[in-house]
């Protein structure tokens, strides 16, 4: 080992020792092998392994809007492991749990052999105060990765929200469904004709709000294929 490299390495330890690593759900020190989370809260997230064009999460979906495919990576577990990393992306600006999201998403691509071609990668878009207010879009990061690992472009400014709507989480799936109803557009659809988006979301509990999204892409640009990819999903 060159003596750099071991310089490189002392220097590590140090910073270990004084600024460990911890799991970003259970507080652990983590080993140099693990990243965000410890192998025992990794091991506690459960994969949802669907296929990406007929899982119950499609199926619902797809029975409202005309879907392509339609998958969630994780089952989202309350008070769990999956509800933490979120909680942090969303409220505490962990953006990197967007990375370490991305990640999975490739790998679980990578394991199905699904390649398809997507034009655009868009997250559900924020109301511009609520961006503002929260300081950043915690889909970003996520994003950006995936945009990387496809060569997709990742755009959070082709379809924008234009109506800032009340929260959803004490709403029945129909008051959902009435208060996204028209909030979403697309500036520039021309520039989209014929072209296929993936939608990503962090959780997709109805999916009324991405059911929005999708149906204001297909009525905007009548010839554009939509896709949904969340982070996780209420089944
Ligand atoms: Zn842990």
Do not use: W
């Amino acid at each position: 080992m060159s003596l750099l490299r071991l310089f490189k390495r002392g220097y590590q330890d140090v910073l270990n020792i004084l600024y460990p690593r911890l799991c970003i759900n259970c507080g652990r020190v983590l080993y140099p092998h693990e990243d965000l989370l410890c192998h025992h809260c990794l091991s506690s997230m459960t994969l949802t392994n669907f296929n990406p064009s007929d899982n119950p999460l499609y199926n619902r979906l797809a029975a409202i809007v005309p879907l392509q495919y339609a998958t969630a990576l994780f089952l989202f577990d309350q008070h769990g492991a999956v509800q933490n990393l979120i909680h942090r992306l969303k409220y505490q600006g962990r953006q990197d749990v967007g990375k370490l999201m991305a990640d999975f998403t490739k790998n679980y691509f990578d394991e199905k052999s699904f390649h398809p071609a997507f034009d655009y990668i868009i997250p559900v878009p924020l109301h511009p105060e609520k961006q503002k207010k929260r300081g950043y879009n915690q889909m970003t990061v996520f994003g950006e990765n995936l945009g990387n690992y496809f060569g997709v472009i990742y755009g959070e400014n082709i379809l924008l929200r234009y109506i800032n709507t009340s929260s959803q989480t004490k709403k029945t799936a129909a008051q959902r469904r009435q208060n996204v109803a028209g909030a979403f557009v697309i500036p520039n659809p021309e520039k989209y004709s014929g072209k296929h988006f993936l939608i990503i979301d962090d959780v997709i509990t109805t999916g009324a709000t991405i059911e929005a999204c999708a149906e204001t892409i297909i009525k905007q640009v009548p010839d554009a294929k939509v896709s949904v990819l969340a982070m996780a999903v209420v089944l």
